[in-house]
Nanobody, 129 residues
């Protein structure tokens, strides 16, 4: 059974940094597509950063490009999201997710959330101004 556990959220002032972690189990970490999605109050869940072994690439949504970095540690079955220069508009619940099939990073982040197979628990990020 595939399970994902996200952690690392918290309260931070604007301009600060946080690192989110997503530990994945029941999963082949040598062949994967894993993404970070977020859902702000009253908004739809959106893909913001994804990484895939399918094309060995990463993808960033425009609003986080240059501020967020996704990385993986295969030995620890963990994907990270380093978030720098956080702004109040980054306030959201952040989720990690994966698919039963391996797709390219950009395609995964743009995929409809209803078509994503596995979700981790969310972690709340609150950025104060």
């Amino acid at each position: 059974e595939v399970q994902l556990q996200a952690s690392g959220g918290g309260l931070v002032q604007a301009g600060g940094s946080l690192r989110l972690s997503c530990v994945v189990s029941g999963f082949d970490f040598d062949d994967y597509a894993i993404g970070w999605f977020r859902q702000a109050p009253g908004e739809e869940r959106e893909g913001i950063s994804c990484i895939s072994s399918r094309d060995d690439r990463t993808y960033y949504e425009d609003s986080v490009k240059g501020r967020f970095t996704i990385s993986s540690d295969n030995a620890k079955n963990t994907v990270y999201l380093q978030m720098n220069s956080l702004q109040p508009e980054d306030t959201a619940v952040y989720y990690c997710a994966t698919m039963a099939v391996i797709i390219r990073a950009a395609a995964f982040c743009r995929r409809s959330v209803g078509m994503i197979h596995y979700w981790g628990s969310g972690t709340l990020v609150t950025v104060s101004s």
